[in-house]
């Protein structure tokens, strides 16, 4: 197929579309308007149903209503209205439905700015609704990424009846990247659970309530299990030129991108540089961190935020004494340069 | 023999754990019963409230799913519009729909969305032990308003039928008192007539059904069912709010 040019929202709207999704439901928020735009006119040439919803909880809710007829769903926001969906996303897991939701993040706290930020880390990795549920965190750093993962996102939502997050930034939604779309349609699993009218089958029902004693437990340590199994086969990462080095940068998203330049810099100066990024944000590459981090002296963590991954690399390297951190919180990026004045500082 | 009453095929046999006298588990009968009617129990997916009804999907026999407290109408556009051929219907309280999924509400009602709603005022929040609802009355004392519900404190209570006449999305808002046989029959034409409504694509319809809860309301069974028809409907006159079908709009 030929190539296409597209921004993080078209690529990922394209992806959604190829994988088979035909439901999608948005508020309009900055920096992923063109998301709702997009998909308003792409999805029902595909025969899907677009819905500008009143508000991200209505839409995440929609979401909830098209996954449970069985239909993969999307919706897409950024950082206020992934702060909407939050009660969604917890049904969504409490229930066992597969839907994907992508986070275009912006700077907050509060309304912030529209600039392109990291700070959904916690939020995205440590649940961010209620209850003790998790969900897989996708993090791309280019257009192509974005629509690689959100095709992924779709098979992964499904295979483990759970919802799936891209957790993307305000610059990979406006970057305008030559993107390679993947071919034909997807053949869709079956949905044996999903509630389609009872004909010829007894009643499903979908819930999170569980009201007899031991059942919730029961429930949860199920959902447990399935978390595992996430962790033990779901877990993705790259590591650049990790191999004797001296100091280990690690960063994710387009922030990663960003570093590679820096590193790349650093080296061509004869600095002994490396790059590791997770690529899955949940589950987090531990152990593959934690072996790099071994053979390090010093690490930078670069992030755009106050340092939130920063908690996982220090859970990695099981108590490195030289975790050094450069993190830009407003909504500022840094340039290749600026990361490497701070690698040479170390 | 013959048998002259029976359950219907889309009820389930599991007891249902309601209140003695308490309105749920009527209506839930009734929209068994006109489902049944229709042959529509293996083409239904229902949408259970957060409310005494969440359990809902134990009593129905046929597809239902859960939803967020007030989310039910997004959830089912969601269903509808995958499944578009399905009768998709809400069951909702007044908390539920009045209080924290009134936008969702308002909004499903002025998308049109071909669902129906069979919404339950029983003027307190039943579940959480009868706080103050949208619907309460002035003067009502709940757990909330001990000393009666005060405009200048509470406010007012919200009218949904009335609220939702002036959206184009809407074919059909009617209003019918739980209280007595003409009623409970009247509420089953109401529901059969969203169903119908529904089915005919016409656009958004809801019933809305003055219920009984006297476990909150302190009361028997019995006053619970007289109070509806004494002081509720002061409150919430019954009628049919529109009807695209009819020009005579009560
Ligand atoms: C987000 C959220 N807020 C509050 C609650 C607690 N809650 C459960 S039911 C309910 C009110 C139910 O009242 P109503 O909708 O009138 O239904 P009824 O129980 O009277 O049938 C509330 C406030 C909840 N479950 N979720
Ligand atoms: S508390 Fe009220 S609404 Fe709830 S089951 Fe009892 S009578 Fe019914």
Known sequence: ?346 | MKALFTRPRSLTSNVMIYCPGCGHGLVHRLVAEVIDELGLRERTIGVAPVGCAVLAYNYWNFDVTEAAHGRPPAVATGIKRVLPDRLVFTYQGDGDLAAIGTAEIIHAAARGEKISVIFVNNAVYGMTRGQMAPTTPLGLKTTTTPSGRDPDLHGYPIRVCELLTSLEGVCYLERVAVDSVPGILKARQAIRKTFTYQLENRGFSLVELLCSCPTNWKMTPSQAMKWIGQEMVKWFPPGVYKDVDSTNQG
């Not at chain 1, 998203?253 to 600095?271: P, V, Y």
């Open chain 1, 1 to 346: 197929m030929k190539s296409l040019l597209l921004n993080g929202c078209e690529a990922a709207a394209e992806a959604a579309i190829a994988a088979g999704c035909r439901f999608y439901a948005g508020y309009p928020i900055t920096p992923q308007n063109r998301f709702p735009e997009y998909m308003s006119f792409r999805l029902p040439q595909s025969g899907g149903v677009f819905l500008q919803a009143e508000s991200e909880l209505a839409a995440i809710n929609m979401v909830f209503g098209a996954a449970a007829a069985g239909a993969r769903a999307l919706t897409s926001s950024s950082s206020p209205g992934i702060s909407l969906k939050q009660e969604g996303i917890s049904y969504l897991a409490g229930c066992e439905l597969p839907a994907v939701i992508i986070n275009m993040n912006r700077a907050g706290p509060g309304l912030g700015d529209v600039t392109p930020s990291q700070s959904d880390y916690f939020q995205s990795t440590r649940g961010g609704g209620h209850g003790d549920y998790r969900t897989i965190v996708l993090a791309p750093w280019s257009v192509q990424e974005i629509y690689d993962f959100t095709y992924l996102a779709f098979d992964l939502a499904d295979r483990y009846r759970n919802p799936v997050l891209i957790l993307s930034d305000g610059m990979v939604a406006q970057l305008l990247e030559p993107v390679h779309p993947r071919n034909g349609m997807k053949k869709l699993p079956q949905k044996k659970w999903a509630l389609t009218g009872c004909r010829g089958r007894k009643p499903n029902s979908i819930k999170s309530l569980f009201l007899t004693p031991g059942v919730l437990e029961t429930h949860n340590w199920k959902l447990a299990r399935k978390y595992e199994r996430m962790e033990k086969r779901e877990v993705r990462w790259e590591s650049y030129l990790c191999e004797k080095m001296e100091l280990l940068i690690v960063s994710f998203g387009i922030c990663a991108r960003i570093a590679r330049e820096a590193m790349e810099q650093a080296r061509r100066e004869g600095l002994r540089v490396g790059l590791f990024r997770p690529i899955t944000l949940w589950p987090f590459p531990y152990r593959q961190l934690k072996s790099c981090l071994e053979k390090v002296s010093k690490v930078l963590v670069v992030e755009l935020n106050l340092g939130q991954m920063l908690d996982d690399v220090k859970i990695a390297s099981g108590g490195h004494s030289r975790i050094f951190f450069y993190g830009r919180p407003g909504g500022g990026v840094p340039t290749p340069e600026e990361i490497l004045k701070e690698i040479k500082k170390k």
